[in-house]
Nanobody
Framework: VQLQASGGGLVQAGGSLTLSCAAS????????MGWYRQAPGNQRELVVL???????NYADSVKGRFTISRDNSKNMVYLRMVSLKPEDTADYYC?????????????WGQGTQVTVSS
């Protein structure tokens, strides 16, 4: 099983980006999917999670600016980010709890860099 994230880049403050993440391999079921981020010198922090049923949990710092969605038929999760701020600069990691090989396990993508210039 592999998570592949894409969509990061350099954007000016106030701009927008959309991140995508695809789960591939022997994926039989996925519970939560989501995004975490880690800025230089900081710990990895939760950005947002989405359940299989579509319930969401956003970090206060991104509420109203970021929107998560998922396509269960494609095993994909997306993060639409608008009104980006310099403090959103970080490596963004997608996450999924996946059922494979008769067990549930946590999987992480490789990280995609988001840089917001002021």
């Amino acid at each position: 099983v592999q998570l592949q994230a894409s969509g990061g880049g350099l954007v000016q403050a106030g701009g927008s980006l959309t991140l995508s993440c695809a789960a591939s391999g022997n994926v039989f079921n996925i519970k939560d999917m989501g995004w975490y981020r880690q800025a230089p010198g900081n710990q990895r922090e939760l950005v947002v999670l989405i359940t299989q049923g579509g319930s969401t949990n956003y970090a206060d710092s991104v509420k109203g600016r970021f929107t998560i969605s998922r396509d269960n038929s494609k095993n994909m999760v997306y993060l639409r980010m608008v009104s980006l701020k310099p403090e959103d600069t970080a490596d963004y990691y997608c996450y999924a709890e996946i059922y494979t090989n008769l067990a549930w396990s946590d999987y992480w993508g490789q990280g995609t860099q988001v840089t917001v210039s002021s």
